[in-house]
């Protein structure tokens, strides 16, 4: 079966400070990969996906970037931290001959302070 | 890319129906409509996909009416555990990257 694992699972970080997050995918293989992030009460913002290795498409212009450098790994970062950097980031995957059907990691929850 | 719009929020009693309306009106051929149930700090949990029609799983049903422009996730009998936050999605996900793009989701409190 296919799980999706993200870690760390809380960070609390200084302004100014790097940040990566870590997504892996196991049980599948070349899977389209999505980071999105969700501020507190807020919806779902889609930050980045990648339909493979080293491919990666950006939604919102900001100073966060993503990585993928195997298949089933997707990485988020920064080099600088700022505020509004806080929130609730999430991995997810689909199915390539999928419709959809997104499958969620557990969640990073990021507190920037 | 399709939008979809939903209410803010819904208030419900225990034992009632539910029924949530989306409306996605740039809705493409090749789309489909998946719904999703969030509770707080956890990832958004698949509940039911559609294209057209009806379609009814063991915990929902979709109706999605013939111009595709709207669909509604019903909820039958709900119960104090199911106060989460639900999101519509449009998209097909194609190997063409095809963003998968939440909308602002609808909040729904179930009161005993």
């Known amino acids: 079966s296919q799980t999706i694992h993200q870690w760390p699972a809380t960070l609390v970080q200084p302004v100014g400070s790097p940040l990566s997050l870590e997504c892996t995918v196991e049980?599948?293989?070349?899977?389209?990969l999505y980071w999105y992030r969700q501020a507190a009460g807020r919806g779902l913002q889609l930050l980045f996906y990648?339909?493979?290795?080293?491919?990666i498409s950006s939604e919102v212009p900001q100073n966060l970037s993503a990585s993928r450098p195997q298949d089933r790994q997707f990485i988020l970062s920064s080099k600088k931290l700022l505020l509004s950097d806080s929130g609730f980031y999430l991995c997810?995957?689909?199915?390539?001959?999928?419709?959809?059907?997104?499958?969620f990691g557990e969640g990073s929850r990021l507190t920037v302070l | 890319l399709a939008k979809t719009t939903q209410p803010i929020s819904m208030d419900s009693y225990e034992g009632q129906e539910v029924n949530i309306t989306c409306s996605h009106n740039?809705?493409?051929?090749?789309?489909?409509i998946t719904w999703y149930q969030q509770f707080p700090s956890q990832g958004p949990r698949f509940i039911i996909q559609?294209?057209?029609t009806k379609v009814t799983n063991e915990v929902a049903s979709l109706f999605i009416p013939a111009d595709r422009k709207s669909s509604t996730l019903s909820l039958p009998r709900v119960s104090l555990s199911d106060t989460a936050v639900y999101y519509c999605?449009?998209?097909?996900?194609?190997?063409?990257?095809?963003?998968?793009?939440f909308g602002g989701g609808t909040r729904l409190m179930v009161k005993p």
């Open positions: 997810a995957w689909d199915r390539l001959s999928n419709t959809g059907e997104l499958f």
């Open positions: 049980g599948t293989s070349n899977p389209n």
């Open positions: 990648s339909v493979g290795i080293g491919q």
């Open positions: 740039n809705i493409a051929t090749n789309d489909y």
């Open positions: 559609g294209y057209k």
């Open positions: 999605l449009v998209g097909d996900g194609s190997n063409a990257g095809n963003m998968l793009t």
